[in-house]
Nanobody, 121 residues
């Protein structure tokens, strides 16, 4: 069984920064692409960005230029940093990953439980 767990949410002031982490644990053969999503109240879940095993990252338009996604493959952990936070960054942030959990099958897609980030003065 595989779990993804996010850490680091909370209350942040506008203009500040946040750093979230997400660790995969359990029966892991290999972790492939890892992604961050967010969902604001009343809105659809949106892709913030993703990072490949090789460390290539791509970002959505809403955070481009303000966000950095990184990962430590040895720890099966992915990080998200967003600078210059805005009120509209308030959302539940989710980690997502494609993980091979058996040598007998291909990869499966997993979600974390989400962590709340609130940008408020």
């Amino acid at each position: 069984q595989v779990q993804l767990e996010e850490f680091g949410g909370g209350l942040v002031q506008p203009g500040g920064s946040l750093r979230l982490s997400c660790a995969a644990s359990g029966n892991i053969v290999r972790v492939f692409t890892m992604s961050w999503y967010r969902q604001a109240p009343g809105k659809q879940r949106e892709l913030i960005g993703l990072i490949t095993v090789g460390g290539n990252a791509n970002y959505g338009a809403s955070v481009k230029g303000r966000a950095t996604i990184s990962r430590v493959n040895a720890n099966n952990t992915v990080y998200l940093q967003i600078n210059n936070l805005k009120f509209e960054d308030t959302a539940v942030y989710y980690c997502n990953a494609d993980i091979k959990d058996s040598i007998l099958t291909g990869s499966s897609n997993y979600w974390g439980q989400g962590t709340q980030v609130t940008v408020s003065s």
